[in-house]
């Protein structure tokens, strides 16, 4: 796509603009981004523009929506190679393969923007049997009913697996889809409060003051 | 054989099909975090695990090569530019006929990459994942159910597969129609580049097309969209061909006629200007109008005519002119050779 300014370059920022709750987008090259006073983020598009050979990554790094990310995830770094969240979403590169657990919490969104979808397809590694992998037991009975959902016990929410972890906020995400269809706000609103203390946790990581049976540290890379 | 030395199925419009794929070891930091000795200690792992894996791979050190020899690597296609600028140790595994090159060291550990010619990337992806396949197998490789293969830059993870196609587009390129293929092919999540990669200008009517898309899509469903896109693509070039130059037009045999006259007689002659008379010559070999010729011919010169090569042919360092003179003796003498192959008519 063709930048809407100076319909020349390849449009590489994408500027949203909520006015009077009115949503409209911007396709703009670097260049002509960083001409625009949009004010805040003027010195952004500038620095943008430099490395325009970056596109598609800086320009969503740097978007509004991407900054609020930033600091959404603030705080999170990697324990194996000491990579912090808005350096990854800065640089776009990440600096081990434990980054990836590191951010997972925050992953998804950025990787459904960037690519097909958010989970693997291809073929497995080779040697890998479903079968070694433990096949968490406790996977179903750590589901939470909907009480327990909302009444969270961190030191609990932190011994699960991520992939319970994960079963455990789309639970609640069901559940906070479920009182919304049947209006009951107040509900819907504490599966929301849930939801975002279930991601607080993911987020600060098993060294966060946590129960005492948080999972292992993961071991440093040499 | 080289890709560049054949010319493969579809090989009148499509010069080549590329895969690479890339891997990463557990516990080591990506590319650009790797501390010298953290780099040594992962190549000789690699190395070690593809010397013992019985298939016979030429182990390139890259420092060993004059600059003019690691040029040569990166215009045959066997590295890219940016192993060369790496500032940890990097390396070279290079397959017998050169149809596989693994990198070592660049942005991901390993990058394997399987060239032939013409339109052929299933054959590539398997002889690829072959490779892949034995490395898993002998190295810790940092992968997961959810993410896939595991890489430094988050528009790799899933199968870290980029597969790409190069392909003659003379009348698209006549007709102006570049942009508007890359604007609609960049949309269903395909990258147009030129000749020269990432952000090169289009030279010799030559275009890349390949996929961004690496999560969310398995390999052969990844493969057979970008095969369907270049059938498209193909399609849209004949239909402009037919708009651009009839095969029994005057004027397009006179262009053909012109750049074979050029490239025959010229004493000085640029890349850029190489670049295109061999485009025109290329387009005469696909309409039936350049006997003698083949586009497998023109793969080859149009290596051999890029600055590493010239220089590492004529075992020394040539400045700019020095180059535009020995790249037309290049192609003089190939179309001398050329002529003597054809019986005079
Ligand atoms: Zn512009
Ligand atoms: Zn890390």
Known sequence: ?222 | MSWYLEAGPEGDLIVSSRIRLARNLKDYPFGARLTPEQGTELLERIRGACRTSGDDYLDIHLEDLSPQEQLSLVERRLISPELLEQPNPVGLLLGRDESIAIMLGEEDHIRIQSMRAGLDLVPAWEAADTVARTIESRLPIAWNERYGFLTACPTNVGTGLRASVMMHLPALTRLGQIEALTRNLSKLGFTVRGYHGEHSRTQGCLVQISNQLTLGISERDLLSDLGQIVEQTLQLERRAREQAFGSDDIRTADRVQRAIGILGHARLITSEEALDLLSDLRLGVELGLAPGFSAAQINSLMIQIEPGTLQKSAGRPLDAPERDCHRADVLREAIAAADRATPAS
């Open chain 1, 1 to 222: 796509m063709n930048c809407e300014r100076c319909q020349r370059n390849e449009a590489s920022v994408f500027i949203t603009q909520i006015e009077n709750g009115k949503r409209s987008e911007m396709h703009l090259c670097a260049e002509c981004a960083s001409k625009l006073t949009i004010a805040p983020f003027k010195a952004i598009w500038q620095q943008l523009a430099a490395n325009a050979p970056l596109g598609l990554w800086k320009s969503l790094a740097t978007s509004p929506q991407m900054q609020g990310e930033a600091a959404g995830g603030a705080g999170l770094a990697c324990p194996a190679c000491g990579l912090d969240y808005a350096e990854f979403l800065r640089s776009g590169k990440f600096g081990c393969s434990e980054c990836y657990a590191a951010f997972q919490s925050r992953l998804d969104p950025i990787l459904g923007r960037i690519q097909r979808g958010t989970r693997y397809v291809g073929r497995p590694l080779e040697g890998w049997e479903a079968s070694i992998l433990p096949t968490p037991p406790a996977a179903p009975a750590a589901l939470p009913d909907t009480a327990e959902t909302l009444d969270l016990d961190p030191a609990r929410f932190h011994s699960l697996a991520p992939e319970q972890q994960d079963a455990w906020i789309r639970a609640l995400r069901s559940a906070q889809k479920d009182a919304v269809a049947v209006e009951d706000y107040e509900r819907a609103a504490r599966c929301r409060d849930a939801i975002q203390r279930c991601l607080a946790l993911q987020a600060d990581g098993p060294d966060a003051p946590a129960g005492p049976d948080a999972p292992d540290g993961k071991e440093a890379a040499p």
